[in-house]
């Protein structure tokens, strides 16, 4: 596979100092943003695939005609939310 670039990027010196403090021991500035883009491309990916899977919902939604009462919802929700912390507490004793 060919390598190719980015186009350049230009920022104000105060993004390019913030940027370089932050910078981990043998991390150059190059793949703090190479870094960054792919976790930008991962995060855009995902929030496509989630907006892809509520609309295939919605329409089957409307072709069935069955639909999910907004408690239930919120109730499957806060049971999900209450398992995760449980998680994390669990993992982290």
Do not use: C
Request: no cysteine; aromatic share 4%; proline share 2%.
């Amino acid at each position: 596979m060919k390598n190719a670039t980015l186009p350049p990027l230009r920022v104000d010196s105060a993004t390019r100092a913030a940027a370089e403090s932050l910078l981990r021991e043998g991390e150059t500035l190059s793949s703090f943003v190479l870094e960054a883009v792919r976790l930008n491309i991962a995060r855009r990916e995902t929030q496509r695939e989630f907006v892809a899977r509520g609309l295939l919902a919605r329409e089957d939604a409307r072709a069935t005609g069955v639909y999910v009462h907004v408690n239930e919802m919120l109730a499957r929700l806060d049971a999900s939310l209450a398992r995760a912390r449980e998680n994390v507490e669990t993992s982290s004793r």
